[in-house]
């Protein structure tokens, strides 16, 4: 039975449901695939772990200091690398060592954190490209809820209008407590970070760059549309305030933190920010940590998708559809 | 440039719109896919037309009697068959006979309607198998709305736990207008037949047959579940009276005609009937001619897609969408 080699960087929760997930789904592969299923090796930032003949899950305790970065992990011949660091969008650091180190060696990438894909998503697709590797995003923008899918899919063949997403769950879960609990931004922000849905530093989501990041990587990886950040223009709902909330209120409305990318002529415009929805608009009745996307074509008319998973599993679950879609493209 | 030569059998409003987009689209043929598609034969229940070299627009009116049935078809040596002609559920016919002489011939088939998947699709399944032949009936289940997709592609890994559909226009419309505008059965009926909404013989719509055949067809087509409509509970919404409309409108509820399929150990239990839903659920919003699905897996969550497509231009293109996949996997 031919066998599949996969190793995974970066070891926090995710990476951990990563692994666990993989592992628990090898009868799997082995009867829908015909593969063999081996996890050579994990690291996260400062330890690692690796095997060739394939690691159990009582062995990913045993990390050894030490064992990490592009050359451990390159060194375990993966055939397939699944990268789950942490993101930095202005040095693409840590994943963009690991993503182009496998990529240039023709090893599939399935790529989780966001920050090498805005850094230099234009860079990794052409370095794929040029060894015939796989490059497959679908747990950066948005995880279980299908985004890129459904573009180069499911709407296969149609032409793109519009797509609008509510892609960040922080700000969508502020939103809903500021209009149902009449919560101010600063007291609803306390609560959510109380609660562990907010980071401490909450600006990468409340003011927009989380969604700009996703957005960005679903134009360009689903659109091919070229877009760098500063294409964007992003506003974020640190700024909404309580008189606006009232008028919302008033008028029947729901705010939602949209990513809109709109086509013009040749070129596509993408554009974050608040807008104020009637409750008909099914964009209205995505609560809390749920996300969506509606995508406007031109001859199926218009799609809108709506989905949440208890993280980090549906996030690993994502990545690990890339791994499918792989097994299947590669058969 | 290889040269794909397609063929459509059933030539009403639907056909018509296939071979009308298929044929604006051989530059996107020519472009993503290296190949040349030439539409070869296309016929009605009575009159055809057939080049080897392939029809262009305007030659699809002049179609000639007699030239019609399998061996016409078959004749035009099709790669792909595309069927658009009427169902019945009982015979099969008369999509039964192009769809069974193309599997066995080896030509991949796409199928519209759904007369011939419900009468036998495990038969037509394994003619499939045997010969290698793709048979792809997006156009079957919901057309532009992803519903078997969902479980082949994007959700891939996931096991099912239960799927929930809105899947006949009509009777969501008559719902809609019964609670909306206070219409009784009856009323709502003779208006949706006044605008063409509904049959003159509305009983496949109202009485639940149209839903539980698009629900057999997922569940053998996207699970594997090899059941048979005599399996399916179904009812429908011809008897709901204006005092269960009055007792939903006073408890906040908005009632649907949903099909749901819910795995139990090995098996799937499928059921179609009126659900009363709070305006909290996303599926209370679909309102008018939209459909919907929503699928619960083990570990990516719930996703719940909704979608519209102007007809017979979105059917038409949901077809076209499981003609890109068949190029894109025999390329």
Known sequence: MKRIHVAIAGFGGVGRAVASLLLSRRNRYRGFYGVDVRLVAVCGSKAGIASAEGLEPNQLDGMLEGLSGPEFVMAAKPDVLIEAGPSNFRTGAPGYGYIGSALDAG???????????????????????????????????AAALPTIDLLEYNLKGCEFVRIEGILNATTNFLLSAMMDQGMSFDDALAKAQQGGFAESD??????????????LILANFGLNAGLAMDDIMVDGIQNVTGAQIGAWKDAGLVPKLIGAITREARTYKATVGVQALPKSDVFSQVAGKNKAIRITTDTMGEIVTVGCGAEPLATASASLKDFEHILMATR
């Open 202 to 215: 909450p600006r990468n989501d409340t003011e927009g760059w989380d969604t700009a990041s996703k957005l």
């Open 107 to 141: 090893i599939h990438a399935i790529v989780i954190s966001k920050g090498a894909l805005v850094f230099d998503g234009k860079g990794l697709r052409d370095r794929a490209r040029e060894t015939g590797a796989f490059l497959k995003v679908s747990g950066a923008t």
